[in-house]
């Protein structure tokens, strides 16, 4: 008589027990969507296991000319967010994710953040660093895209990213916010050992880079990037020697390449110099190792040229 109580026991906890855990397991992590792969770093830091971050530009591809596949336009239909950073990639590209999905809410975590304008008006013989503060050449109305780049700009993108995953998961909220506030100790970390590593005999060095990627990041460490390709396209043969020129002007010996691109253009200029390609790649998904690494590298490159 008692096991077979004990027995009807079990079975009416089963009942109960058994739908809430297929519920929390249906739940799941909250599906979020983000253009390029640092920012992935940046939302798995925050969100941790609460999040399923899918990511649009897959590696080796760029933001300015990717489209996405219909398998990817499919994933964005379980997307609660979508967290833009203003890549020309999103001006085509969200009003028709957004027409996939409509309920997803859209987060630019960039509205905030003052736009460089891109070296659009350099010119062969001309300084490089035509990089003031602006809202941008006529050419890219948008400015600079590449905010990923600088640890002070990702601290103001962090703090959108937990504010809207507080918003859309708020029983989750005291966790977002413990990540968050470590992601923004890391980014202070990272912040003084840049400064560190271009401390006063660093500071107001160039670099020569084929795609000018890294304008934020020369900004924040009072350096100067020096880039080849200019408004999105590369030198024409006429103006390679101006542009060799410059280099040795520069005294560079390394010119920074972006695996997303060909190299034979960076790769004529650095034989003519004596110098050798290095790749520093702002798209890498692994942010802050990445970030270190090219950063000593560009502190080497300008040592060897010193």
């Not at 010119?123 to 600088?150: C, N």
């Not at 601290?155 to 029983?171: C, K, N, T, V, Y």
Request: glycine share 8%; proline share 8%; net charge negative.
């Amino acid at each position: 008589m008692l096991n077979a109580f004990l027995r009807a026991g079990l079975v009416c906890a089963l009942i109960f027990i058994l739908p809430c855990m297929a519920q929390a397991q249906g739940q799941g992590p909250m599906t979020v969507a983000v253009s390029i792969l640092p920012q992935r770093y940046f939302v798995e830091k925050i969100g941790g296991q609460f999040v399923q971050v899918e990511v649009m530009v897959p590696p080796g591809a760029t933001p300015e000319t990717y489209e996405p596949k219909p398998g990817q336009m499919s994933a964005l239909s379980r997307a609660r967010i979508y967290f833009a950073c203003g890549v020309p990639f999103e001006t085509i590209w969200l009003p028709k994710l957004i027409s996939v999905n409509p309920k997803i809410v859209m987060v630019h975590t960039e509205k905030d953040i003052k736009k460089r304008a891109m070296e659009a008006h350099s010119h062969p013989g001309e300084s490089a660093h035509h990089t003031h503060e602006g809202t941008g050449s006529d050419e890219e109305p948008g400015g600079d895209p590449h905010i990923w780049l600088s640890p002070p700009l990702v601290s103001m993108q962090a703090r959108a990213i937990f504010e809207a995953l507080a918003a859309a998961d708020p029983q989750n909220r005291a966790a977002y916010e413990t990540n968050y506030r470590g992601f923004a100790s890391e980014l202070v970390e990272l912040d003084l050992f840049l400064s560190r590593l271009f401390g006063a005999d660093g500071k107001h060095g160039s670099f020569m880079v084929f795609h000018p990627a890294w304008g934020y990041f020369a900004d924040a460490y009072g350096l100067r990037q020096a880039p080849v390709q200019i408004e999105g396209k590369e030198p024409k043969a006429r103006d390679l020697d101006e542009y060799i020129k410059r280099a040795r002007e520069l005294g560079v010996k390394v010119v920074f390449i972006q695996p997303q691109y060909s190299p034979k253009t960076a790769q004529t200029i650095a034989q003519a110099i004596g110098g050798k390609l290095v790749e520093a790649d702002d798209l890498a998904p692994d942010w802050e190792k990445n970030l270190r690494q090219v950063a000593e590298q560009i502190r080497e490159a300008m040592s060897s040229g010193e």
